[in-house]
Structures are given as structure tokens and as C-alpha cells.
């Protein structure tokens, strides 16, 4: 995976995260921000590897499914390329937020 993909789908998960389930947002976080392995992974919830490994390629596939839906990461990424001042950007990404 490369460095864009993997920063694509941490910001993804930024955006909809919360939106998963509490085991797929323990399994992406551990995976992604704690740097475990697929192994550490599954030893910690007592799963197997493979269990891990599709869980965490069905949550990469829930994210992205989000994004073709609602756009809200892509609406962001426009909304910081605007030619307005930081407040009025803020302000948006705000109101985008709720």
C-alpha cells in the first residue's frame, strides 16, 4: 500500500470512523495508528489472523463506500482549495461537520 493510500484512508476514517462498528474501529485503530501487527491484532481479541485481515479489508471497503455516498471528505478538500479567509473556511467545515 502505498503512502497517499494509506494517508487516503486514515483521513477516511477521520471523517466516518465513528460510524463503524467498536470492534472495526479497535481492529483499524490498532492496525493503522498503533502500528500492530496482524498478529498482535488477532492474539489481543483472540481471533485469527485471517479474521483480522478481513475485518480490516471490509472496513477499508465501508469508508470508501461512505465517501462515494456522501462525499463529505472530497466536499472538505474543495472547501480548503477556496479563495476565502481561514474563519469563513472554518466556518464551513464546521456547518459541513454537524
Given amino acids: 500500500m502505498t503512502i497517499e493510500k494509506r494517508e487516503e484512508i486514515i483521513s477516511l476514517y477521520d471523517v466516518y470512523g465513528k460510524l463503524l462498528t467498536d470492534k472495526q474501529q479497535a481492529y483499524f485503530e490498532n492496525y493503522y495508528f498503533d502500528d500492530l501487527s496482524i498478529t498482535e491484532i488477532a ?56
Wanted: no cysteine.
Fill in 43 to 98: 492474539s489481543n481479541f483472540d481471533i485469527s489472523r485471517n479474521a483480522v485481515f478481513d475485518q480490516l479489508k471490509r472496513v477499508i471497503q465501508i469508508l470508501e463506500e461512505y465517501e462515494v455516498k456522501l462525499k463529505i471528505l472530497n466536499k472538505t478538500k474543495r472547501i480548503k482549495d477556496l479563495d476565502l479567509p481561514t474563519e469563513v473556511k472554518q466556518e464551513i467545515m464546521d456547518i459541513l461537520k454537524e
